[in-house]
């Protein structure tokens, strides 16, 4: 069972514009969640993070937000740039891992394509 | 450049050889993760390390999967008699501790024919 759902494997975006990318959670004991960017045969690279005591997290052209209650976050990219065209993925933490990031629950991941 | 690295990129290999990944951490981080990642999925946890000790293990790790730290530095992930399911990509990453961002590795691609 899913307990990190990426709902949509694909996004198409025009540069210049907001991407949106959405991802939905199960599991109540999650306490940070994590958004990672993947480029073909590269590892995962750190994007932004919240914890689960905030509602918004922003880095630049990333903000992160999360709604507990809907068990729902997303992040927003503003503007969107072609250099931006990767797979995102979304990932949560339980509580009480001894303070580890390591064991993350990953989604499945949206494909994001910002066409020039 | 000094992230994590990992060897070799790519392996194929027949279903029932033993292979064996290596990956080299960024030189200040204490501990170690190993995660698979299949096709249209995301990467899954295996197992991590704080230093040499292994600390966490995934149910994903059959008997069959081992892995070693031994002096806290490079890890390496064996993965004895091959089976198809196996073909994934194999990621490593580091992080210097607690609440640290992870770093990942470029992955070891594995195929079992």
């Known amino acids: 069972d899913q307990q990190v759902k990426q709902n949509s494997p694909s996004l198409s975006v025009q540069e210049g514009r907001i991407s949106i990318l959405n991802c939905d959670y199960t599991n109540s004991m999650f306490d940070y969640f994590l958004w990672y960017k993947k480029y073909p045969a590269e590892g995962p690279t750190f994007l932004i993070s919240i914890s689960s005591i905030k509602d918004k997290n922003e880095d630049g052209r990333f903000t992160v937000f999360l709604n507990k209650s809907a068990k729902h976050l997303s992040l927003h990219i503003v503007p969107s740039q072609p250099g931006d065209s990767a797979v995102y993925f979304c990932?949560?933490?339980?509580?009480?891992?001894?303070?580890?990031?390591?064991?993350?629950?990953f989604g499945k991941g949206t494909k994001l394509s910002v066409k020039p | 450049d000094t992230g994590v690295s990992q060897d070799p990129r790519h392996k194929i290999t027949k279903r029932g050889q033993n292979v064996t990944f290596r990956c080299d951490p960024i030189?200040?981080?204490?501990?170690l993760y190993w995660y698979r990642q299949t096709l249209g999925q995301g990467p899954e946890f295996l197992t991590y390390f704080q230093n040499e000790a292994q600390l966490e293990k995934s149910r994903l790790l059959s008997d069959r999967f081992s892995a070693e730290r031994p002096k806290g530095s490079f890890s390496t992930l064996e993965i004895q008699r091959t089976e198809q399911g196996d073909s994934a990509m194999y990621l490593c990453?580091?992080?210097?501790?607690?609440?640290?961002?992870?770093?990942f590795g470029s992955g070891t691609q594995l195929s079992v024919l």
């Open positions: 990932a949560a933490r339980v509580s009480g891992y001894g303070g580890s990031q390591g064991n993350l629950i």
């Open positions: 030189s200040e981080h204490n501990r």
């Open positions: 990453a580091s992080n210097p501790g607690p609440n640290e961002k992870l770093f």
